[in-house]
C-alpha cells in the first residue's frame, strides 16, 4: 500500500473519491449556550470520530465533511466569516422557484458501505444529543455507472488533476480561509412519469449529452440551451470556472419518491449562484433549465466548510456573551 493511501479515511476532504453511498445530514442548532458548547466539541473533534469508524474498515473509505451556515458561523467565530458567506437567497423565475430553508450543520458523510455511513451518524447524533434537531437526512446510493434517476450520467464534467483543488478550495484571495470551500445543496424530488413521457432525443436535449453513452452535444441553436449550457461559468479572462459536484439519488419507490439530492462544492460561492440563477430565471431570461420541468427543489442551503486545521480550532474559540 503507497504511503499516501495508507488511512484513506479523513475529515473535511472535500475532494474524497465518489462513493457507492452517502448520507446527507442537515441540523439545526438550539439557540442556548449549553447546545452551542456541545456543537462546537462534536465538530471540531469529527477527525477523531471519523477513524473510530472508518477504522474498522478502510477499504470502506469513509469520510466526512462538516458544513458551517452564515448563521452558526457567526455565533461559533464571531468577528471573522469568509468573505462570501451568507444565507442561500431564494431564486424565483416566472415557472420555478429555488427555495432557500434553513440549516445550520451539514454532514457530508461518504463511504463505500452504508453500515459504515449508518454507524457513524448514529454516533454522530449520539453526541450532539439535544443540541441539534434534524432538518434533513437524505440516504444516497451509487446507481449503476453513476447516473441520476433521469437514466443520465452525472458528474462526468467534474474537476479532476490540478483544476480541482483550484476550482473547489479558497486560496490566497482569503488568506485565513484557505483550503476550506462553499457548499450548496439542494433536493430535487422529479416526476419520472413526465421525464419518461419524453423521447430520449428530447431528454438528451434538456440534458446536453447523448444518454447512452454520455458523449456531449454540440450547443443547441437558439435560446433555449441544455442543463450543461446553463451550468457553465466563464470568468472575465474566458476560462471556465468549474465547481465540483458529488450529486446522489435517494427514494423510495413504495411511496413513489425519485429524487437527486445536489451538493455543490466551489472556491467562489458566485459561481452556483449564476449556475442556479441562469437554470430557474433561464439565459435567456424566460428560458429556464427544463431539467426543472420535472425536478422540484424542495430544499436550498448554503454553508462553508473549513479546512480542518480552521475546524479544530474551533475548539478555541471565545463563545460570544450569551452564547
Ligand atoms: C452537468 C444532472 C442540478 C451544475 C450535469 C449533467 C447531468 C446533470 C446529467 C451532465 C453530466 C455531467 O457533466 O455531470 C443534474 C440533475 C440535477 C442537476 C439531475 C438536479 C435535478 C444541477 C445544479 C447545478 C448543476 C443545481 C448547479 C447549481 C452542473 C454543472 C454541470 C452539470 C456545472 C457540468 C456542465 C459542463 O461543464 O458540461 N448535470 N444536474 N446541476 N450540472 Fe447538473
Not at 105 to 133: I, K, M, S, Y
Request: one cysteine or more; a negative charge; aromatic letters at 8%.
Amino acid at each position: 500500500m503507497a504511503q499516501g493511501d495508507r488511512v484513506p479515511i479523513d475529515a473535511q476532504q472535500v475532494d474524497a473519491p465518489l462513493s457507492t453511498y452517502a448520507v446527507f445530514l442537515v441540523v439545526e442548532v438550539g439557540d442556548d449556550p449549553a447546545a452551542l458548547a456541545t456543537v462546537r466539541e462534536v465538530v471540531s473533534g469529527i477527525d477523531d470520530l471519523v477513524k473510530t469508524v472508518g477504522f474498522r474498515d478502510l477499504g470502506g473509505r469513509l469520510s466526512c465533511v462538516v458544513g458551517i451556515g452564515r448563521t452558526l458561523w457567526d455565533r461559533l467565530a464571531p468577528g471573522r466569516r469568509p468573505t462570501e458567506l451568507h444565507v442561500f437567497a431564494p431564486i424565483s423565475g416566472d415557472v420555478h422557484t429555488a427555495p432557500s430553508t434553513p440549516g445550520d450543520l451539514l454532514f457530508h458523510v461518504r463511504a463505500e458501505r452504508q453500515d459504515l455511513c449508518f454507524e457513524f451518524e448514529r454516533l454522530l447524533l449520539d453526541a450532539l444529543g439535544e443540541a441539534v434537531t434534524v432538518a434533513d437526512e437524505t440516504y444516497g446510493f451509487r446507481y449503476f455507472d453513476a447516473r441520476d434517476l433521469l437514466g443520465f450520467v452525472d458528474g462526468t464534467a467534474n474537476p479532476i488533476g490540478a483544476e480541482l483543488p483550484s476550482a473547489s478550495l479558497i486560496g490566497d484571495e482569503d488568506a485565513d480561509f484557505a483550503g476550506g470551500s462553499y457548499v450548496v445543496v439542494q433536493k430535487y424530488l422529479h416526476d419520472l412519469a413526465a421525464w419518461n413521457a419524453l423521447t430520449t432525443e428530447q431528454q438528451e436535449a434538456v440534458i446536453g449529452r447523448r444518454k447512452a453513452d454520455d458523449v456531449e452535444l454540440d450547443d443547441a441553436e437558439g435560446p433555449q440551451l441544455a442543463h450543461k449550457t446553463l451550468a457553465t461559468i466563464t470568468g472575465d479572462d474566458g476560462e471556465e470556472l468549474a465547481i465540483l459536484r458529488d450529486n446522489m439519488p435517494f427514494g423510495r419507490v413504495g411511496i413513489g419518491e425519485f429524487g437527486t439530492y445536489f451538493i455543490g462544492y466551489s472556491r467562489r460561492l458566485w459561481v452556483i449562484e449564476r449556475m442556479l440563477h441562469r437554470m430557474f430565471v433561464g439565459q435567456p431570461p424566460g428560458y429556464h433549465d427544463r431539467i426543472l420541468d420535472v425536478s422540484t427543489a424542495v430544499t436550498g442551503t448554503t454553508f462553508f466548510v473549513p479546512s480542518n486545521p480552521v475546524l479544530q480550532a474551533l475548539a478555541d474559540e471565545e463563545p460570544r456573551p450569551g452564547g
